[in-house]
């Protein structure tokens, strides 16, 4: 193990990399500390102290037979939705791996592999629990249908790593409930197919191997709870992958610095951040510790951007692409075991309950989509949390300042009609990233009044063969309504586009003495080439009532212009609620409440669009969204500025 291997990979004039760098610096810190006095860190064996014998990756045997012994009414109810599923499985439809890859037979499309984890992990959870020979077969049957693909995904690598964390999992604990033969096919496979293939990707700057988005941990973590399963027959191999994915590891963990809100939204947070502390836990069963991957910065407060990503409605605050809401999310219960800080499990705590309540009242429909990784629920419950998720109190504004700034606040928790404001900076050179630098949420009195649409289809962006994952400024990818920035709530100036090099910083400010939260946004480097300067301030005032101010600079007038020049700016409000125009401003009316708007300065225009045809041939219907346009003139070198402030009532 080189210690140059460190560094090597910082790309100049990156932030990105620089963010990494720092990650990377701070894991050296976290390997000294793990290494013995006899020990440089360059020259440690990372598979020191693998423990022998099955299960180990994500848990040993003790922890696997303490969640089947688990007494609590929450822990049965979890054992019944395993063993329900797992039923379900045996009856299910054989899988189909059909590929649309040419001749390769392979594991088909990444929906298919999911598929095909869920079936392996919720089986091979049963069988733990329950020890019935049925769960072990089946389970057996789908490995050996994996074993058998000639490829298991090498042209969309996340198919490998989630193919690579069903294997490992099945091998691990259905290790014994194997034959020899069994567990000698599984295992080449697993080297045939996804270990020794990883090593022959190219490691080239948006490459997964050292990325910061969500394919690294992805990868890495299903890779590496590969080669921990089989390390006792392939040590040089399985080492090489260890080393690999905990060096690798940091350049994704580099996004959590300064607070934790992760740029690629709530949806691919919860993808890449559920397999990064499977990496973590995979290390800690099979090795006895992580590298301290759990401590770079930031990693251990992002369970704090999940939570507060949930508006008061039960619906997430659906920024950059967004693909589910309602699910379930075990790794929110690791969160909060692992800081010691059970309110981080209060969402989860809340379903638990719902759920032990409603099987004993089944009259009632569940509004929650259970994950592929709810099995996993029961290796990180703990019965105290049910009392002290509720006894916390937690925060009314959240604020992060790191690669995705923004700021969260609510006028209460648990309240369905509380007022939920939130402000969105960053930029839309991200993975996954929307033109929505500075965007705004709102909801009151149980109503979404400012919305985002939430991502476009990507099959519908491939077919009108748009740039889909290239976010230049010239991209096509923003001509797509729900994507660029027609389709957010900002604001424009002259409808040009934000500009993609440009940071907005959102800064959470210090309650007033009144209690009215306050956060600010510096946009100006998103319109650097539009205004001289632009910020944007909300207040979330104690009547639950909000304020949002934009104030602008308009760019000076030029030495070759003969009159002023003037800038048509205008203020995006996407809403579902029908309007109507008041004296000063508009009213928005949803589920029998009301939100009046004032708006200053009254000399302002306000239209309304209706946006809910598609606009071109990659959008998708937006039934009932309209956009508000609050419209003025400013003169070149002039100050500019809007004023809203909104208030929402339960009837007219």
């Not at 964390?165 to 000698?184: C, S």
């Amino acid at each position: 193990m080189q210690g140059r291997w460190f560094f090597r990979c910082a790309l100049p004039g990156s932030l990105a990399a620089s963010r990494a760098l720092v990650c990377v610096a701070a894991l050296l810190g976290l390997f000294a500390a793990t290494a013995t006095p006899a020990q440089s860190v360059v020259e440690r064996d990372v598979l020191l102290g693998l423990r022998s014998g099955h299960p180990r990756i994500l848990a040993d045997a003790a922890q696997l037979l303490a969640a089947a012994s688990q007494a609590d009414p929450v822990a049965r109810q979890l054992r019944s939705i395993v063993g329900r599923d797992a039923d379900a499985v045996i009856q299910a439809p054989a899988m189909d791996f059909s590929s649309s890859h040419g001749q390769t037979r392979g594991t088909g499309t990444l929906e298919v592999t999911r598929e095909l984890q869920r079936r392996v992990l919720v089986l091979a959870m049963a069988h733990r629990l329950f020890g019935e020979r049925r769960h072990a077969d089946a389970a057996i049957g789908l490995l050996m249908q994996l074993s058998a693909l000639d490829n298991w995904g090498t042209w969309h690598f996340l198919n490998i790593g989630e193919a690579s964390m069903a294997a490992a999992v099945g091998y691990d604990w259905l290790f014994d409930a194997m034959t020899d033969g069994q567990r000698l096919t599984l295992r080449q496979a697993i080297i045939d197919k996804a270990l020794l293939p990883s090593l022959e990707v190219k490691d080239e700057p948006d490459s997964w191997l050292r990325g910061n988005f969500n394919w690294n941990p992805v990868c890495h973590g299903g890779l590496l709870a590969a080669a921990l399963a089989v390390a006792d027959h392939t040590p040089d191999l399985a080492r090489r992958i260890v080393e690999r994915a905990v060096q690798s590891l940091p350049y994704a963990a580099a996004e959590y610095a300064d607070g934790g809100a992760y740029p690629e939204g709530p949806s691919y947070w919860s993808y890449g951040t559920t397999y990064f502390v499977l990496a973590i836990e995979a290390l800690r069963s099979a090795l006895g510790h992580s590298f301290g991957l759990e401590r770079l910065p930031g990693f251990l407060q992002t369970g704090d951007y999940k939570l507060h990503m949930r508006g008061a409605t039960g619906r997430e605050y659906n920024h950059s692409d967004y693909h589910t809401d309602g699910i379930d999310e075990p790794v929110m219960l690791w969160f909060a075991r692992e800081t010691g800080r059970p309110a981080l499990a209060r969402l989860q705590v809340r379903e638990a309950e719902r759920i032990v309540e409603q099987r004993a009242h089944p009259s009632g429909a569940s509004a929650t989509t259970y994950s592929r990784f709810t099995p996993l629920s029961l290796l990180w419950w703990q019965r105290t949390m049910a009392h002290s998720a509720k006894q916390v109190a937690l925060p009314l504004q959240w604020s992060a300042s790191g690669a995705l700034s923004m700021s969260v606040m609510r006028s209460a928790w648990d309240d369905p009609n509380a007022t939920y404001l939130a402000l969105k900076g960053g930029t839309a050179d991200v993975s996954h990233g929307h033109m929505d630098v500075g965007g705004f949420l709102l909801e009151a009195q149980g109503v979404r009044w400012a919305v985002d649409p939430g991502t476009e289809s990507y099959n519908r962006m491939r077919a009108a063969k748009l740039q889909l994952w290239r976010y230049a400024q010239d991209s096509t990818r923003w001509s797509t309504f729900r994507v660029g920035p027609e389709g957010h709530n900002i604001l424009r100036f002259n409808g040009a586009a934000q500009r993609v090099a440009g940071k907005g910083q959102v800064s959470g400010l210090p309650p007033a003495a009144d209690g009215t939260m306050a956060a600010a946004a510096n946009l100006s480097s998103v319109y650097a080439d539009q205004a001289a300067s632009v910020q944007r301030r909300v207040r979330l005032r104690p009547d639950g009532s909000v304020e949002i101010e934009d104030v602008w600079t308009a760019l000076p007038q030029t030495q070759t212009q003969t009159q002023k020049q003037k800038q048509t700016v205008s203020f995006q409000w996407l809403t579902e609620a029908a309007f109507k125009r008041v004296p000063g401003g508009f009213e928005l009316q949803q589920a029998g409440r009301v939100l009046r708007v004032a708006v200053q300065p009254s000399a302002a225009t306000i239209r309304f669009e209706d946006m809910s045809a598609p606009r071109a041939s990659q959008d998708s219907p937006n039934p009932g969204l309209t956009r508000i346009l609050i419209e003025q003139t400013t003169p070149a070198g002039a100050q500019g500025r809007v004023w809203l402030r909104a208030t929402a009532q339960t009837t007219k």
